[in-house]
């Protein structure tokens, strides 16, 4: 059972780049996926999140209308969209993924995200 989060890098100001998450060894269909991020010397926040049915979806304050999460559970990814990136979203951004009837979450390693002219 994994998660694989990739697509991470460095990018200037205003740029973009798309995150991918994809499970191996579980099917996602009854997972809701969320992506958190961590900067340097502090704690890790909640950017997003889509839930299993694909019908409801959150973001972060910080993050709204810049960043967009979505899901395709035949290839078992989960894509965050980032646009109009700032300096303050760098860090490190995790996957998430959470069975609520069983209450089961699994842990993706992180990728890093560093935004800089």
């Known amino acids: 059972v994994q998660l694989q989060a990739s697509g991470g890098g460095l990018v200037k100001p205003g740029g973009a780049l798309t995150l991918s998450c994809v499970a191996s060894?579980?099917?996602?269909?009854?997972?809701?996926i969320s992506w958190f991020r961590q900067a340097p010397g502090k704690e890790r926040e909640a950017v997003s999140c889509?839930?299993?049915?694909?019908?409801?979806?959150y973001y972060g304050e910080a993050v709204k209308g810049r960043f967009t999460i979505s899901r395709d559970n035949v290839s078992k990814t989960v894509y965050l969209h980032m646009n109009s990136l700032k300096p303050e979203d760098t860090g490190v951004y995790y996957c998430?993924?959470?069975?609520?009837?069983?209450?089961?979450?699994?842990w993706g390693q992180g990728t890093h995200v560093t935004v800089s002219s």
């Open positions: 998430k993924a959470f069975e609520l009837s069983t209450m089961i979450d699994y």
């Open positions: 060894g579980f099917t996602l269909d009854s997972y809701a």
């Open positions: 889509i839930s299993s049915n694909d019908r409801s979806t």
